[in-house]
Nanobody
Framework: QVQLVESGGGLVQAGGSLRLSCAAS????????MGWFRQAPGKEREFVAA????????IYADSVKGRFTISRDTAKNTVYLQMNSLKPEDTAVYYC??????????????????WGQGTQVTVSS
């Protein structure tokens, strides 16, 4: 089992920045690729960004490309999502997730095995 805990969410004005963190514990000696997803009220959970175990492969949703950056510190078992130039449409609960295939970054929600509880991000206009 792997436990994931997100932090860093909050209320920010449009154009501002936030950095989300996702700390992993438990069976972290296994290598996992990691992803960030988000879910706005009344909408499906959607892919935001993903990174492989080594950090050499990252992918982003078109809606966040150029504004968000995913990174990881394997020594700290932590994944980050730096969010810049935030927009009101970025408002959502953000979830991190662990993918059992460490080699690739995936945007497919169903492939992720472990999920955090989420952290709320609210962007005011």
């Amino acid at each position: 089992q792997v436990q994931l805990v997100e932090s860093g969410g909050g209320l920010v004005q449009a154009g501002g920045s936030l950095r989300l963190s996702c700390a992993a514990s438990g069976r972290t000696r296994n290598s996992y690729a990691m992803g960030w997803f988000r879910q706005a009220p009344g909408k499906e959970r959607e892919f935001v960004a993903a990174i492989n175990w080594s950090g050499t492969h990252t992918i982003y949703a078109d809606s966040v490309k150029g504004r968000f950056t995913i990174s990881r510190d394997t020594a700290k078992n932590t994944v980050y999502l730096q969010m810049n130039s935030l927009k009101p449409e970025d408002t959502a609960v953000y979830y991190c997730a662990a993918h059992p295939n460490s080699l690739v970054a995936s945007s497919t929600l169903a492939e992720y095995t472990y999920w955090g509880q989420g952290t709320q991000v609210t962007v005011s206009s």
